[in-house]
């Protein structure tokens, strides 16, 4: 029923948004925002990052322009989407151009007072926008591709990750608002501005683009001769993100190692790449996850300078089925302790089996699985997910570098996570707290 809960306020927007969910929206980027409970919680969000979404249709001949501040946060972008969750244009923060100082371009500082940009959004196709006047597009930054699709919307995801601690979702900052100046040179901001765009538009959208239907989910994890554990693997199996067809084919078997990368998930930010399992507690109650940690900027507790590391930014989260694709919890990078030599040691198991040295003076960090499983028909699964986001360009261990599914142990070589279920007492006995 909570998922259903959840696509009504989606596709309702604002108004009842504002009676059921808590945090800052308003009449242009009116879904959301979207995040670990109590917010929309749909599409695997990560939990340390907040979403949000506008959906619109410009008139013809007017412009529309997007102007906000950079946020206190270790990322933030714009998507554009069709209407079944697939990316087509974007701007990520490092490359909006201002006159202001952008934090997110290492060694720039990140607390300036002055963090002023403005996007313009185009109603086109890149490839349509560079075939039909090249020579102008060349000559002009800050463009968000955002083309129609279902009766003329458009569609624009914000993301906020890992906003400075003591800040709000947002970053410390307003949530951007659109400019439209009209044919006749009229401009037209806040509600007008809404209203001229029917930014309080029904969304136009796929109903798979956030999932998949109960009905082949069922099918999916029944299918004869399989154990009741299936599709979860002992030793846990990981599966980087190819398209749509080879997402189901973690069930299947059926996987093309040619597919295109990045596009099976849901909204997906291509600024990412993830790599999944799917887990069954009847192995074991608890799962222990290892690996060597990449480095990422410290931004958490309002670092004053951007740096450069191996990542921006990476997490695993716990998550429920493809079903309600909710997110349980996840950590982020800054709160996973790691040893002298950058090992991390994360335990994931319900509340109830929790080792009591899954703590972080102990050295180890700590992931719930959720009480109903799947949140559908099984109790007993999980579905994992690290996410490694921009890796420099040094850095040939994240999972971007992984082009096949058969390369994945060679490619991240110690920064491949290693899986192993295991008893809550034991745990606690092959694990002693030192602290």
């Not at 959301?32 to 506008?54: C, F, K, L, M, R």
């Not at 970053?171 to 037209?188: M, R, Y």
């Not at 600024?271 to 480095?295: F, S």
């Amino acid at each position: 029923m909570r998922f259903f809960i959840f696509i009504f306020v989606l596709m309702m927007g604002q108004s009842l948004a504002d009676d059921l969910i808590p945090g800052p929206r308003d009449c242009f980027w009116a879904r959301g925002p979207v995040s670990a409970d109590p917010y929309i919680n749909i599409a695997y969000p990560d939990a340390n990052v907040y979403y949000w979404a506008a959906t619109f249709s410009t008139p013809e001949g007017s412009t529309l322009e997007i102007k906000g501040d950079y946020p206190h946060s270790r990322y933030m972008s714009f998507f554009s989407y069709d209407e079944s969750g697939r990316p087509i244009g974007s701007l990520t923060d490092y490359l909006i151009k201002s006159e202001s100082t952008n934090p997110f371009v290492p060694g720039n500082q990140r607390s300036k007072s002055y963090r002023a940009y403005t996007v313009e959004v185009v109603n086109a196709n890149s490839l349509e926008t560079k075939t039909t006047d090249d020579e102008l597009n060349k000559s002009i930054t800050n463009i968000l591709y955002t083309p129609q699709y279902k009766k003329d919307q458009q569609l624009i995801v914000y993301r906020v990750y890992l906003p400075d601690k003591n800040t709000d979702p947002t970053g410390g900052v307003k949530l951007p608002q659109p400019i439209l100046t009209l044919s006749d040179g009229t401009k037209l901001a806040d509600k007008e501005a809404c209203k001229a765009l029917n930014a309080s538009q029904p969304l136009q959208i796929s109903l798979d683009a956030l999932g998949i239907p109960p009905n082949d989910y069922i099918k999916l994890i029944n299918q004869p001769g399989k154990l009741d554990t299936w599709p979860s693997h002992n030793p846990t199996k990981w599966f980087i993100q190819l398209d749509r067809k080879s997402l189901i084919g973690m069930y299947t078997g059926d996987i093309d190692p040619n597919a295109p990368r990045s596009e099976g998930g849901f909204y997906p930010n291509l600024d990412n790449d993830y790599i999944r399992a799917i887990i069954n507690r009847k192995h074991g109650k608890v799962l222990i996850v290892r690996g060597k940690a990449p480095t990422t900027p410290n931004t958490y507790d309002g670092k004053s300078i951007s740096e450069e590391a191996e990542l921006r930014y990476w997490s695993l989260c716990s998550n429920q089925s493809f079903v309600n694709t909710r997110v349980n919890d996840c950590l982020f990078d800054e709160e996973i302790p790691v040893n002298k030599n950058g090992i991390y040691t994360i335990a994931i198991s319900r509340a109830e089996d929790r080792p009591r040295n899954a703590i972080k003076e102990c050295g180890i960090a700590w992931l719930p699985m959720a009480d109903d499983g799947d949140g559908m028909f099984d109790e007993d699964v999980t579905i994992i997910q690290f996410r490694h986001m921009l890796p420099s360009k040094n850095f040939q261990h994240s999972i971007q570098r992984v082009m096949r599914q058969d390369q994945l142990e060679t490619v991240m070589g110690p920064y491949m996570p290693k899986a192993r279920y295991l008893m809550t007492n034991q745990v606690e006995t092959f694990f002693p707290c030192s602290s």
